[in-house]
């Protein structure tokens, strides 16, 4: 049982496109909503992270937007470059500090 | 920096061999954790401890236990390693607070 179902699973996009990565998630208990970024090699690294009291969060070319009704929220790259390629997870948590439930991952490729 | 650390990058194990993985934070953070990963099922937490000595169980605890005598130092442990525990392991520590920092994984093959 996957509380949190991310979408796509692969991606394609050439340089300067907009990727958009999607997740829903089932527990209204959830408080926070981060992405995380993992390049080959290398353990995931927090990307942005938004809470259920706001919209939209900006970070440089990395947006969120949040829908609290509809349970979903998602990643927008803008001006995707080959160096965003990597995978990115979605996740959820209900307390400080506490588990995190992650989507299953999008794996990104950005085409030069 | 925050730096977690993991004993091996890759490691290769007999069928019911006892496996241990090992993972060290430098940060001081209270809260550490372990997670397998497996393409196209994220990450899936196994156990995470809040405190030396305490652990609680996450979403896939069977086949596993683990070990936290000091703060730094998180231990997970494969009784009898078996086929379908062939995975990527990653250790995370957090602070209180919800960003979780990852070391870079470790690559078990059990055969």
């Known amino acids: 049982q996957q509380q949190v179902k991310q979408s796509p699973q692969s991606l394609i996009v050439q340089k300067g496109g907009i990727p958009i990565i999607n997740c829903a998630y089932e527990n209204t208990a959830f408080d926070y909503f981060p992405w995380y970024q993992q390049f080959p090699g290398k353990g995931p690294a927090l990307l942005i992270a938004i809470r259920p009291d706001v919209s939209e969060k900006k970070e440089g070319r990395f947006t969120i937007s949040f829908n609290k009704s509809a349970k979903q929220f998602s990643l927008h790259i803008m001006d995707s470059q080959p160096g965003d390629s990597a995978t990115y997870f979605c996740?959820?948590?209900?307390?400080?500090?506490?588990?995190?439930?992650f989507g299953g991952g999008t794996r990104l490729m950005v085409k030069p | 920096d925050v730096k977690v650390t993991q004993s091996s990058r890759y490691l290769v194990k007999r069928t019911g061999e006892k496996v241990f993985l090992e993972c060290v934070q430098d940060m001081d953070h209270e809260n550490m954790f372990w997670y397998r990963q497996d393409p196209g099922l994220g990450l899936r937490l196994i156990y995470f401890s809040y405190d030396v000595k305490m652990k609680e169980k996450g979403d896939i605890p069977e086949g596993y236990s683990v070990s936290r005598e000091k703060k730094e130092r998180f231990s997970l442990i494969l009784e009898s390693a078996s086929t379908n525990q062939t995975s990527m392991y990653l250790c995370?520590?957090?602070?209180?607070?919800?960003?979780?920092?990852f070391g870079p994984g470790t690559r078990l093959t059990v055969t």
């Open positions: 996740a959820a948590s209900r307390d400080a500090g506490n588990m995190l439930t």
């Open positions: 995370a520590s957090s602070p209180h607070t919800y960003e979780q920092y």
